[in-house]
């Protein structure tokens, strides 16, 4: 158990619709960061939030969003969902910002678009 | 893009036998490794990392190697088990600090 939650577990919806998935992070981790996996795909870096602070964007659309609570939860929202959009969307987090550290991954959030 | 990539993306193995897994990665500038393994249905699991001023790194049954010559990184697994069959990625830490270039995944069988 890598300590990082993530809700729900699967996620079924249609296009054109608005989800959001949540993440917490291990206890004590300030640093989360979000990621796609589509199928045989690697992991795409989507954002990276720090202490509620957005710190780096990746390959992330404009149609998404995110966000990190004082709580240091964090959320992605999508919205009007494409068929593309479905994959496995993992949420990882980390001590801080600073290099070498390693990041510890959540068991993901699966969303299937109909 | 990303610049991580994987030589194999299949391997199966005898269990008992040692696995090699293989990484190349493309900047040189890279000075930390990490590899994960994923098992069907679960996120990335943290193995073992790396850092630069190192070669070779061991763990639990596990040893990363690295060569900076030719941009190389290896996860090898002794005693290879049924549970160790996943995908491995290697992720290479960009110079922008703690964000990471995944590679693909090799997909390791252990044949019992």
């Known amino acids: 158990d890598s300590g990082v939650t993530q809700t729900p577990k699967h996620l079924i919806t249609a296009t054109g619709q608005r989800v959001t998935l949540r993440c917490s992070p291990r206890?004590?981790?300030?640093?989360v960061y979000w990621y796609q996996q589509s199928l045989d795909q690697g992991l795409q870096f989507l954002i990276q939030y720090y202490n509620g602070e957005e710190r780096a964007k990746g390959n992330i659309l404009e149609r998404f969003s995110a966000q990190q609570f004082p709580d240091l939860h964090s959320e992605l929202n999508l919205s009007s969902l494409e068929l593309g959009d479905s994959a496995l969307y993992f949420c990882?987090?980390?001590?801080?910002?600073?290099?070498?550290?390693?990041?510890?991954f959540g068991d993901g959030t699966r969303l299937s678009i109909l | 893009g990303e610049s991580v990539g994987l030589h194999l993306p299949t391997l199966s193995v005898q269990e008992g036998d040692n696995s090699i897994i293989n990484c190349a990665y493309s900047?040189?500038?890279?000075?930390?490794f990490i590899w994960y393994k994923q098992e069907s249905g679960k996120g990335p699991q943290f193995i073992i990392d790396i850092r630069s001023n190192m070669d070779k790194r061991q763990g639990q049954r596990v040893t990363v190697l690295l060569n900076k010559t030719v941009k190389h990184l290896s996860l090898q697994i002794a005693a290879t088990q049924p549970g160790d069959s996943a995908v491995y990625f290697c992720a290479e830490e960009k110079d922008t600090g703690n964000q990471f270039y995944f590679g693909t995944g090799t997909s390791l069988t252990v044949i019992p």
């Open positions: 900047n040189s500038a890279s000075d930390y």
């Open positions: 990882a987090s980390s001590v801080d910002s600073d290099s070498n550290q390693p990041q510890h």
């Open positions: 206890s004590g981790d300030l640093s």
